[in-house]
Nanobody, 123 residues
Framework: QVQLVESGGGLAQAGGSLRLSCAASGRIFSAYAVGWFRQAPGKEREFVSAISRDAGTYYADSVKGRFTISRDNAKNTVSLQMNSLKPEDTAVYYC?????????????????WGQGTQVTVSS
């Protein structure tokens, strides 16, 4: 079992930055890939970014070059640095953990989910 707790959401202006953190407890965190997904009102949950067990990184085209994912296995945390924020980045952001490799952008591959943190970007 892995428990995930997101933090760092809030309100930012367009062009600003926020840093999200996902803290994990439970089983060996380093054995899991971790992804970030988001869901805006009235829209389906979408993939944002993921980091594999060996720190390979993956990004949705919409955030590439603006967001950076990283992990610290010693602290059982994964961070998402979000720069150059846009109003369309407004959503609830979820972190999730999955065993295995590949299919990092597929939400149904993820076994454990956090409760989410709200990110609101004003224009």
């Amino acid at each position: 079992q892995v428990q995930l707790v997101e933090s760092g959401g809030g309100l930012a202006q367009a062009g600003g930055s926020l840093r999200l953190s996902c803290a994990a407890s439970g089983r060996i965190f380093s054995a899991y890939a971790v992804g970030w997904f988001r869901q805006a009102p009235g829209k389906e949950r979408e993939f944002v970014s993921a980091i594999s067990r060996d720190a390979g990184t993956y990004y949705a085209d919409s955030v590439k070059g603006r967001f950076t994912i990283s992990r610290d296995n010693a602290k059982n945390t994964v961070s998402l640095q979000m720069n150059s924020l846009k109003p369309e980045d407004t959503a609830v952001y979820y972190c999730a953990a999955k065993p295995g490799v590949s299919r990092y952008s597929e939400s149904n591959e993820y076994r454990y989910w956090g409760q989410g943190t709200q990110v609101t970007v004003s224009s």
